[in-house]
């Protein structure tokens, strides 16, 4: 589960930060690897270690030709070092060949480094802020310890593979001795186009079933306890809700105390009138947040529900709603909605959200009261 804190100081909101580090960089041109670091595909077989915001004239992709565009992922290996350095084992690779050409405009429209600064200055100066001399764009970067690289593949017709490789570090995106400035969520315009692509009849995806029990110890808010199942995660861009895509069909189950299980009693499976439920469970599992003149930002929407304190035992579910969404791509998420002996909202995103009277009441109209 998520382990909360009050207050988050000057401006550090979200995201999943390991080490925070300043590290200047060297600038040097980023060339093709050669063809035996690169599958079929186009992508990468080793992680690289590319650095630098040096720059070459011309587009950052050919166009013309280009027939798929692939989301590869390289699970990092420990250490650092020069050179590709092998990796583990790949992540699960995702091609696209619908909306090409507009997944190709959207790479090459991303900034060089003349046009990334003139934003930056820009915004600056709208903010009443004077921006330095030389804003080092690139150059000074955090070190957040990402357990992955992520890269695009374009393949061609006619032509080898381009190979475009993400410093999420610096915000860069590195081909063939050019440098562009990741802007726009590249990667999450991708995955948009990509659940487009597998999308289909929401007549065709299953309902998803409720277990016919579930233990309490399972669920209970103990930290090192898994979170609820998430299989929308793997296709949902840092940008994207809960539930990025329309659902084909939501599954409702009603769970009782009995021992040291909930058992089911009740359920209910619905097909129609279903982007009002998805809103819900959107805001649902929003994190809400406020952030002071000074920075300093407060979660809103926390409820310390029956967990441990100083001076109370943690309070096990008594009452408990499970909504399991599957989407038009056929993934499946879970939302558990405490209902006593408190009521919060757990998700695989984020754990012990305020439930909203709307929620609320919506799961008392399909599963009574």
Known sequence: MILWRERIGRGLAGGVVIVLLLAAIASYPVEMPAAWFLEADGCPTAVMDVRGTADRPGPLVPGEGAVVVTLCKLITPLGNGPG???????????????????????LNALPARDEAEAEVRAK???????????????????AIGYGEQLSFAVRYRDRPPVLLVLDRNCGLVHS???????????????????????????????????????????????????????????????????????????????????????????????????????????????????????????FVNHVDCGGPSRTRAATPVSRLDVVWAADTTGAVAETRVWRAPCQAVFTGTAAGLKAEPALLDRLDSWLGR
Do not use: W
């Not at 590709?84 to 959207?106: C, K, Q, Y």
């Not at 600056?124 to 955090?142: I, K, Q, S």
């Not at 929308?232 to 939501?250: C, E, I, K, Q, W």
């Not at 998805?278 to 000074?294: C, F, H, Y």
């Open 84 to 106: 590709p350095r092998p990796s583990p084992r790949p992540g699960r690779d995702r091609s696209l060949s619908t909306h090409v050409a507009e997944m190709i405009a959207i």
């Open 124 to 142: 600056m100066a709208a903010e009443g802020r004077t921006p330095p001399d030389d804003l080092h764009l690139g150059e000074v970067c955090v």
């Open 176 to 298: 063939a001795g050019r440098t562009r400035f990741l802007r726009g969520q590249p990667v999450d315009r991708f995955l948009s186009f990509y659940r487009d692509q597998i999308a289909r009849d929401s007549d065709a995806v299953p309902a998803p079933t409720c277990p016919g029990k579930v233990a309490v110890a399972e669920i209970d808010n103990r930290p090192d306890l898994e979170f609820p199942e998430d299989g929308m995660a793997r296709n949902r861009g840092r940008t994207d809700r809960f539930l990025p895509s329309p659902l084909a069909v939501v599954t409702a189950c009603r769970y009782r105390a009995d021992g040291d299980d909930l058992r089911l009693r009740a359920h209910r499976v619905v097909r129609d009138g279903l982007e009002p439920v998805r809103a819900l469970l959107n805001s649902a599992a929003t994190i809400q947040s406020v952030t002071d003149s000074r920075g300093t930002t407060d």
